[in-house]
């Protein structure tokens, strides 16, 4: 019946399920998802709370409860909830994920500062840098959270990165091109580190050294397109029309294969 759209019929069937078996939580479970479906949320939360309260300890369903009632607007119980349930380092970043996406940044950092001490993991810090970035807008808050995350450490690549563009917003574009460069001898195995300083010794009308980049990022990656066509476009810039037209003929040529 669910699965046909008859959402009334079928949460009709499972109220008289739970009824004559109160423990049988799997019918619980199917009765809120059907709430769910049929955009009942307010069903859906309570059917999914009688689950909490009958002992149901998923992460799943704490993350349930807590998405619908950041659907209906209380914050405050989705925020309890978020407190409440297990304290796992993924369900946490999650639920601060789910906060953030509905522009709830007060909540997700709510849950995120306590996790914010001198022993932080890198994820806490890392999502606390995009926090003051998208939330607030403050860069310098956001840098300050970044610079604790250490070499060696997870999310230290991304890091690099975004320390790099948050520079470069904050137009200090020689931190930018020495957080680029640094990625790349750190990471030499990731594009985005070849792509990104060259762009910036681009800013810095190092044209030749930006070539020099891209032409070492080109013998890494042969038939990546991207590298190849920046790599034309600053040939045909400096009026180099043989070299451009090379690199677009093998750009095309690659495009055709793939």
Known sequence: LGVLGKYDEAARLLRKVVK???????????????????????????????????????????????????????SERALALARQAPDELAFLLSAATLFMDNDMYDEAEAILLPKAGDDAPPEVLFYLSMLEYQGRQDKEASMAYLLRISPGEEYYDRSLQFQSHLALEMEDTELALERAALGRETFPEDREFWLLEARLLQLHDRIEDAMDVLRQASEAWPEDTEILFTLGVLHDNRKEYDQAMEIMERVIAIDAIH
């Not at 709370?49 to 607007?73: F, K, P, V």
């Open 20 to 74: 004559d078996d109160p423990q049988l939580l799997e019918a619980w479970a199917e009765l809120a998802y059907i709430y769910e479906l049929d955009d009942d949320f307010a069903r859906a939360e309570a059917t999914y709370s009688e689950l909490l309260d009958q002992g149901e300890t998923s992460l799943e369903l704490w993350r349930r409860l807590i998405e619908l009632n950041i659907r209906l607007e209380n």
